[in-house]
């Protein structure tokens, strides 16, 4: 029986496959027709070969690129897919959260690949890459509009790049269609401004519920009045003053998220990137991951983390192999400095959620984690039955 299910590109055909007929012969679409293949595999023009000395590198110095800029796309289709679905005028859809995950852990391994296959390239010596290198200037990775769509789309901001990246935007020239993208990336809301709106809601930080940012403090100054008696406890003078010296950091760095103002002040800085109601939700997550309702966020949280890490690898992968290439001293084609300039975006100033990686300065020991009330259990959780509190089973039976 003939399939009604039929491509619709290919043209409309009554021939019936026989056992015998050769695939080339059927109408309907092919698989080098359906990939266009014809396009991108013609897209390999070697300058060093159309001067009449054909440099063999150049082929995968060209095909590197090529590959590179095909999963920048895949990258931006998925991040987009991501932000829309936290842009739900009614928050995110609890519904919605495994695909969030499905996408997000993607992006992972599309950006674990793209951090490795620097090496690829680095097959090539430097010396090949000076018999080309001259054919392509001033053209420069510099001027990938996708790497900028990526950045801003995560939610690099523009007074945390150094200043050379600053004016990224003038490579694009009188692109209208490039700056037209690129301006529409830096208005819209990134995936960090959409995740700190997500946590600003995380249930449970409400002051007239379980108020976990007032439980939290309380229990955080019980804490430091702890180790503080314990330094005055202290048998020795050197004793003394090495406990209240670690007394005194840690209470700095606890006010730094207790008090409000020093962490606007944080902000205003760049050393802070989250609200300061965001970053509860944050704290809250990870001490409760274990509740049901917060273990998918807690993912979401991880993999955030991973996905900046592994931006971050990349841009060293490619340091080291552009240090490799031309040395530290020369130019880039794009007009930079090279590769100090590649360098100073390793910073923290380029992670979007540096919250992420610095939130467990502000874990306490399990013993100062504000228990759940059964409301508030409740809330978290959904239970096969009805869950009794009397019946539960004894941690240590079982
Ligand atoms: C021999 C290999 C390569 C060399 C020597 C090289 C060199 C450079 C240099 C010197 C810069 C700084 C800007 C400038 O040109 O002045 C740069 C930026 C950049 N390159 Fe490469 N590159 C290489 C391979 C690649 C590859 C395979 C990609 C993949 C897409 C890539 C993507 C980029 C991007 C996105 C930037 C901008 C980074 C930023 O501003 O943070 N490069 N490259």
Request: proline share 3%; with cysteine.
């Amino acid at each position: 029986m003939e399939s009604t299910n039929r491509c619709p590109l290919s043209q409309t055909s009554t021939q019936t496959k026989k056992d015998d007929t050769p695939l080339g012969e059927i109408d309907g679409m092919l698989y080098g027709e359906y990939l266009q293949l014809d396009k991108i595999l013609s897209a390999q023009r070697l300058l060093s070969e159309a001067d009449k000395r054909t440099v063999h590198d150049e082929h995968l110095f060209i095909v590197t690129h090529q590959a590179y800029e095909l999963w920048f796309k895949q990258v931006i289709y998925e991040l987009d897919s991501v932000r829309m679905i936290f842009s739900n005028h009614r928050g995110l859809d609890e519904t919605e959260t495994l695909n969030v995950i499905k996408r997000l852990n993607r992006l992972v391994l599309i950006l674990k690949l793209l951090a490795d296959q620097v090496m690829i390239l680095e097959t090539m010596t430097p010396l090949d890459f000076m018999e080309f290198r001259e054919y392509l200037c001033p053209a420069s990775g510099f001027q990938s509009i996708q790497f900028r769509l990526i950045e801003n789309k995560l939610g690099m901001k523009q007074e945390n790049r150094v200043r050379f990246n600053q004016n990224y935007v003038c490579v694009f020239g009188r692109d209208e269609k490039a700056l037209e993208e690129i301006y529409k990336s830096e208005r819209e809301p990134s995936l960090a401004q959409l995740v700190e709106q997500w946590l600003e809601r995380t249930p449970g930080l409400e002051e007239d519920g379980f108020n976990f940012w007032g439980k939290y403090k309380s229990n955080v100054l019980a804490m430091l009045q702890t180790q503080y008696n314990s330094a005055m406890e202290s048998t020795t003078e050197s004793e003394r003053m090495y406990k209240t010296g670690d007394f005194e950091k840690k209470k700095a760095m606890y006010d730094s998220v207790l008090d409000p103002s020093l962490h606007t002040a944080l902000m205003a800085r760049g050393e802070r990137r989250f609200t300061h109601r965001a970053l509860q939700g944050a704290i809250m997550i990870t001490f409760y991951r274990d509740e049901p309702r917060f273990s998918q966020p807690h993912q979401i949280l991880a993999l955030l983390m991973d996905i900046d890490s592994l931006v971050t690898k990349w841009r060293y992968n490619h340091v080291l192999m552009v240090q490799r290439m031309i040395g530290s001293a020369h130019l880039g084609t794009g007009g930079s400095s090279g590769y100090h300039y590649l360098r100073s975006t390793l910073s923290d100033r380029y992670k979007v959620f540096l919250d992420l990686f610095n939130l467990s300065t502000f874990l306490v020991p399990r013993k100062y984690i504000p228990p759940l009330t059964t409301e508030m259990k409740t809330k978290l959780n959904t239970y096969w039955g009805q869950f009794d509190e009397d019946k539960r089973v004894p941690r240590d039976s079982v």
